[in-house]
C-alpha cells in the first residue's frame, strides 16, 4: 500500500462530457504528480504540485484540462469536454520529502464513449 | 529517438532462469533511475531505485547503472511465474517528473 488512494476507480463517460478524479496522498507527499498511461505505452507526465503550487505542465495538458490541489493536500483533475482520445489509465504519484521516489495510486481508467 | 528506450518483448524465460530486462536514455544530465513493476490491469509499483553507477542489489532483484553508455538494466534471479508482469524504466530529471519507456513484457513460463 503507498498510501495514495485514487477515486474513482473506473469512469465511463459519453464524448462531450466532462468528468473530474481525485487523488489523495498522504500527507508527507510535498509532491503530487499526475501521469497518463494509454494501452502498450508507459506513462506520460502531465502536471505537478509542491504543495497547492503547480509548477509545471506538460504539452499534453490541453486547456480541456485543468487540475488543482488546494491546501497541499488532495488534488483533482479535471476534463472538460471529453474526447474519445482522453480514454486513459490516469495516475497519481506522491513523492516523499526531499527524496526522488514517487509511488502511484490505482489509477483511474477512464473510458470515453 | 525517444528518450527512454525499452524493447516491448515479449521476454520469456523458463522458470528458475535470469531475466534480463535493459533500458536505454538519451538524456547525460538525468540523476536517477528507477525500475516499476506493472501488472495488467494495475498501476505501477516500484522495484528499485539507483543513482550511482555500478551494482544494486536486492533480494532477487540487482539493477546496473551504466551512465556512460546512459544504460539500465535490471536482473531478475530464479524468476518465478508471479514475476510475469511489463517491466518499466523510469528515469529523473531534475525537475522531478519522471520519463518512462514503453515497457518490457517479461513472461516466466512453468
Known amino acids: 500500500d503507498t498510501g495514495v488512494s485514487q477515486d474513482p476507480r473506473h469512469k465511463i463517460t459519453k464524448r462531450g462530457q466532462n468528468v473530474t478524479f481525485r487523488c489523495d496522498p498522504i500527507s508527507e507527499h510535498n509532491r503530487l504528480y499526475w501521469y497518463r498511461q494509454t494501452l502498450g505505452q508507459g506513462p506520460e507526465f502531465l502536471t505537478y504540485?509542491?504543495?497547492?503550487?503547480?509548477?509545471?505542465k506538460s504539452r499534453l495538458l490541453s486547456d480541456r484540462f485543468s487540475a488543482e490541489r488546494p491546501k497541499g493536500s488532495f488534488s483533482t483533475l479535471e476534463i472538460q469536454r471529453t474526447e474519445q482520445g482522453d480514454s486513459a489509465m490516469y495516475l497519481c504519484?506522491?513523492?516523499?520529502?526531499?527524496?526522488?521516489?514517487?509511488?502511484f495510486g490505482p489509477g483511474t481508467r477512464l473510458t470515453v464513449l | 529517438q525517444k528518450e527512454v528506450e525499452q524493447n516491448s518483448g515479449p521476454l520469456s524465460v523458463p522458470e528458475g532462469a535470469i531475466a534480463s530486462l535493459n533500458c536505454t536514455y538519451s538524456?547525460?544530465?538525468?540523476?536517477?533511475f528507477f525500475w516499476y513493476r506493472q501488472y495488467s490491469g494495475k498501476s505501477p509499483e516500484l522495484i528499485m531505485s539507483?543513482?550511482?553507477?555500478g551494482d544494486k542489489e536486492d533480494g532477487r532483484f540487482t539493477a546496473q547503472l551504466n551512465k556512460a553508455s546512459q544504460y539500465v538494466s535490471l536482473l531478475i534471479r530464479d524468476s518465478q511465474p508471479s514475476d510475469s508482469a511489463t517491466y518499466l524504466c523510469?528515469?529523473?530529471?531534475?525537475?522531478?517528473?519522471?520519463?518512462f519507456g514503453q515497457g518490457t513484457t517479461l513472461q516466466v513460463k512453468p
Open positions: 504519484a506522491g513523492r516523499l520529502g526531499d527524496t526522488d521516489t514517487q509511488y
Open positions: 523510469a528515469v529523473n530529471r531534475n525537475t522531478g517528473k519522471l520519463i
Open positions: 538524456d547525460r544530465g538525468s540523476q536517477s
Open positions: 504540485f509542491q504543495n497547492e503550487a503547480q509548477l509545471e
Open positions: 539507483i543513482y550511482s553507477n
